[in-house]
């Protein structure tokens, strides 16, 4: 087959994604790709495309990360994502560092491998770096913290990343309407950049978590967010600075440490399957 590359598809607590090795395959319009592999029904399926590839030399990184989302824009970060690139790199042969340095558009994040049994990577922990509570270019405080969408008022949290989320407490987690409201909150005018929304509720000592993701919609998991919400629990004094954020794809564990105020999440990271694929 002509114009073909070869790809993985992986997922971290089922959010997936579509992996590109760039140091071999050239993807000349990774917008376009993303829309068209990304589609369930038509495509390969998935929440976006990452591309693996060499970071800039004045960043001192091993590796670097893009990532699009499926609707074709380019997002900042995915902590999901960047478990996945630590589990690929180690097992697929490309180092044997067991810390790597992950050049991504919110700076480069420190990945620390977990092995196991037969050499496999378990779990990853990331160094998301610190949380910030004010980004002018991400979120207008104006709103005061409460948005309206449909016919339902919302308070929340404005907790950044790297990319901007908005994290909302509600007594009714499961029966919320993530898709409905997500996507009103997504583009709220609150928010220049559109955000991630995240619904969240205390559970049996856990912070149970629904995620509208900008650019992708309702997704199983999202690491960033996992970390907004953390923070955002904490911020309120729902919870301490150690949380177990369960979402639809699974749980991923977070610290907000106090020693240097960066927030560390650990989680899975798992090969789905390898294929071909035509350019767009």
């Known amino acids: 087959m002509a114009n073909t590359v070869k790809f993985t598809k992986m997922h971290g607590a089922g959010n997936d994604y579509i992996y590109v090795n760039t140091l071999l395959y050239s993807i000349p319009d990774p917008c376009a ?5 990304s589609a369930y029904h038509t495509g390969i399926g998935s929440d976006g495309l990452v591309l693996i590839g060499k ?50 558009l919110s700076g480069v994040k420190l990945l620390r491998l977990h092995t196991g049994a037969a050499d496999r990577v378990d779990s990853v922990t990331v160094d998301m770096f610190e949380p910030r509570l004010s980004v002018a270019e991400q979120y207008d405080d104006g709103c005061g913290g409460t948005l309206t969408a449909a016919f339902r008022t919302f308070r929340g949290t404005f ?10 407490f509600v007594d009714d987690v499961e029966g919320m309407d993530v898709a409905r409201f997500g996507s009103i909150m997504e583009r709220d005018a609150a928010f220049p950049q559109r955000c991630n929304i995240e619904f969240a509720q205390v559970m049996g000592g856990k912070l149970r978590t629904r995620v509208w993701e900008r650019g992708s919609g309702i997704t199983m998991a999202c690491g960033t967010g996992a970390c907004a919400t953390a923070v955002a629990a904490a911020l309120t004094g729902r919870a301490g600075r150690r949380s177990a954020v369960v979402m639809d794809g699974g749980q991923l564990d977070i610290e907000w440490s106090e020693a240097d105020n960066h927030v560390y999440m650990t989680g899975p990271a798992e090969f789905v399957f390898d294929g071909e694929v035509e350019l767009p």
């Open 33 to 37: 790709a993303s829309r068209k592999w």
């Open 55 to 104: 970071p800039s030399i004045r960043s001192g990184a091993d590796f670097s990360m893009r990532i699009f989302n499926a609707d074709g824009s380019e997002a900042m970060m995915c902590g999901n994502a960047s478990r996945c690139i630590g589990k690929y790199l180690y097992e697929r042969g490309l180092t044997r560092k067991r810390e790597i340095r992950l050049e991504t």
């Open 159 to 168: 907790v950044s990343m790297g990319n901007p989320h908005f994290v909302c």
